[in-house]
């Protein structure tokens, strides 16, 4: 359990990360953002799979078919849902309704034989930090004008469905994950990756920038830096780290070490700021941590192993 907890947790660090690179790369667009990542991402799979192809198998097409669906719940599709709900509702709401991920993962993997009573308290202290970081975002973020009507519900709709997705593959893949224990979760990350990488060509393709437009910026180098380092490190080995945790740990704890991924982008923003986050922040981030405490404890069976 406690191998499962600090690869979930680190997965966690790695994914703050994202939460910042938009800030180290201006000019570039959310989309291109994304799909530079995720390009990275499958580059480095498929590399890592050439390379060792003698020690690892190739999946089997109901594999390979598997990880082409996981790769659009949980990052492909899932990123494009919410960029077009940001799109047509603004920020805000959208990013509320996405921070509620963590809560349904929660409920909806609970696993057989723990009481409902044992989530309450890690439920009600990741609420009340997601509560206190959306009074942040509202007061720093006042929703945009002209957000109304048929294109506002359209956008909720959409982030709906963004949360529905990345929630599924939370579910998913630790389920698909302990059904095969045979695939390690080095040769999982690899497969998503490719999956993931063919993804990301047609979303750039289809709603990305020209590659005259990417290529005009003068900090091209330092964009390709970020990019190749976000999909080595918040994409390829925070995955393998996720998938260690997902093979460890139920799909209920799981959702609550995704909480990590808002506080470490907390801690690396305001560090990036180089300034202390003030008293309702800093309360979040209390509550968050507090939250994971909670959880494990709940979780925590007198049985469990390393």
């Not at 959306?134 to 007061?139: D, I, R, Y």
Request: with cysteine.
């Amino acid at each position: 359990m406690l191998t499962g907890i600090v690869a979930g947790l680190a997965a966690g660090a790695l994914w703050g990360l994202v939460f910042v690179a938009p800030r180290m790369t201006p000019g570039l667009s959310s989309v291109d953002l994304a799909a530079g990542r995720f390009i990275s991402y499958g580059a480095v799979a498929a590399l890592v799979m050439l390379l060792t192809w003698r020690s690892h198998k190739l999946p089997t097409v109901r594999q390979a078919m598997a990880a082409l669906g996981m790769s659009l719940l949980g990052f492909t599709g899932y990123y494009l849902l919410l960029v077009l709900a940001i799109q047509h509702a603004g920020t805000e709401v959208p990013t509320l309704i996405i921070g509620t991920i963590p809560i349904w993962a929660m409920l909806l993997g609970k696993p057989h034989g723990l009481k409902w009573s044992s989530l309450i308290p890690g439920l009600l202290l990741t609420s009340a930090g997601l509560v206190l970081m959306m009074h942040v975002m509202s007061a720093s973020q006042p929703v945009v004008a002209g957000h109304a009507g048929t294109h506002f519900w359209w956008g909720v709709l959409l982030a709906v469905a963004a949360t529905v997705c990345w929630t599924a593959y939370a579910i998913l893949n630790t389920a698909w994950l302990k059904r095969h224990p045979e695939v390690n979760a080095t040769e999982w990350a690899n497969w998503l990756g490719v999956a993931t990488g063919v993804g990301a060509v047609i979303l750039w393709l289809v709603a990305g920038s020209s590659s005259k437009e990417l290529l005009a910026p003068d900090n091209i180098a330092w964009t390709a830096i970020i990019l190749i380092a976000i999909g080595v490190g918040s994409a390829w080995l925070a995955t393998i780290l996720w998938n260690m945790a997902s093979q460890r740990l139920s799909a209920s704890l799981c959702g609550q070490m995704i909480v990590s991924e808002t506080l470490f982008a907390l801690i690396y923003s305001y560090a990036w700021d180089r300034q202390w986050p003030s008293a309702i922040p800093l309360l979040a981030c209390v509550c968050f941590i507090l939250g994971i405490l909670a959880s494990i404890r709940a979780h925590r069976q007198p049985a469990d192993a390393v």
